[in-house]
């Protein structure tokens, strides 16, 4: 039977965490302006929008066949399909834990992000960068990057899942851990030239406005579950 008062957290029941709803919704919000903006650079070439030409000419210029590799490899492991069967996974793990709200959290924050960022790739329909600065080839829509979206999306989740009853030095070094992974897919993108810097940029704050505001209607469940219990 699940308990709705059990905290967050794959491996025990810790104390729960305060939830501040109101404060994660302000955050979602500026993020989704953020992207917003961001976007309207990138469509006008103005602001971040003028350094798409010159991360991909930078990133053509730095290529090697070690780094290829490397970046090939770490594209792949931060794939969208990748991130989703995490989510997936998670969500299967927590369900069979009796964590029914941290299941349906993690895959519906996954699933959503997916169904977002897919409608605004066809809404906006930028094209790819030219096909000889790709070392992967991809030719369907380019903005926002889905591998940005969807790592920041999922490890941001997985982030908050273990974050309640956990010391200062392990948050700080899942967040650290977090930010390093979901920058590396993001920067991957560019360097193997299938996207443009602001693609990457809008992936990262749209996926973290998303999961902003999946994080507080979460917090939000399961506060009014454990007052209802």
């Given at each position: 039977?699940?308990d709705?008062?059990?905290?967050?957290?794959?491996?025990?029941?810790?104390?729960?965490?305060?939830p501040r709803?109101?404060?994660?919704?302000?955050?979602?919000?500026?993020?989704?302006?953020?992207?917003g903006a961001?976007?309207?650079a990138?469509?006008?070439?103005?602001?971040?929008g003028?350094?798409?030409?010159?991360f991909?000419?930078?990133a053509v210029e730095?290529?090697?066949?070690?780094l290829?590799?490397?970046?090939?490899?770490i594209?792949?492991?931060?794939n969208?399909?990748?991130?989703g069967?995490?989510?997936?996974l998670?969500?299967?793990?927590?369900?069979?834990?009796?964590?029914?709200v941290?299941?349906v959290f993690?895959?519906?924050?996954?699933a959503?992000?997916?169904?977002t960022?897919?409608?605004?790739?066809?809404?906006v329909?930028?094209p790819?960068?030219?096909a000889?600065?790709?070392?992967?080839?991809e030719?369907?829509?380019?903005?926002p990057?889905?591998h940005a979206?969807?790592?920041?999306?999922?490890?941001?989740s997985?982030v908050?899942?273990?974050?309640a009853g956990?010391?200062t030095a392990?948050?700080?070094?899942?967040?650290?851990a977090a930010a390093l992974?979901v920058?590396?897919v993001?920067?991957t993108?560019i360097?193997?030239?299938?996207h443009?810097?602001?693609d990457?940029?809008?992936?990262?704050l749209?996926g973290?406005?998303?999961?902003a505001g999946?994080a507080a209607?979460?917090?939000?469940?399961r506060?009014?579950?454990?007052?209802?219990?």
């Amino acid at each position: 039977m699940s308990d709705p008062t059990t905290p967050a957290g794959l491996d025990g029941h810790l104390p729960a965490p305060r939830p501040r709803p109101g404060r994660t919704v302000l955050l979602a919000v500026l993020l989704l302006l953020a992207a917003g903006a961001a976007m309207w650079a990138a469509l006008d070439s103005v602001g971040p929008g003028r350094l798409d030409t010159r991360f991909l000419g930078e990133a053509v210029e730095s290529r090697t066949g070690g780094l290829n590799s490397v970046a090939v490899t770490i594209t792949e492991i931060g794939n969208t399909f990748a991130m989703g069967l995490l989510a997936t996974l998670t969500g299967i793990w927590c369900w069979a834990r009796g964590r029914r709200v941290d299941a349906v959290f993690v895959v519906a924050t996954m699933a959503g992000a997916a169904l977002t960022f897919r409608g605004i790739k066809i809404l906006v329909d930028r094209p790819r960068p030219p096909a000889f600065a790709q070392v992967v080839r991809e030719s369907n829509e380019s903005l926002p990057s889905g591998h940005a979206t969807m790592s920041m999306v999922v490890i941001g989740s997985l982030v908050v899942l273990f974050w309640a009853g956990r010391s200062t030095a392990a948050r700080v070094t899942m967040v650290v851990a977090a930010a390093l992974w979901v920058g590396a897919v993001g920067s991957t993108r560019i360097y193997l030239g299938v996207h443009w810097f602001t693609d990457v940029l809008i992936g990262w704050l749209l996926g973290a406005a998303w999961l902003a505001g999946c994080a507080a209607t979460w917090s939000w469940w399961r506060r009014r579950a454990a007052v209802t219990a």
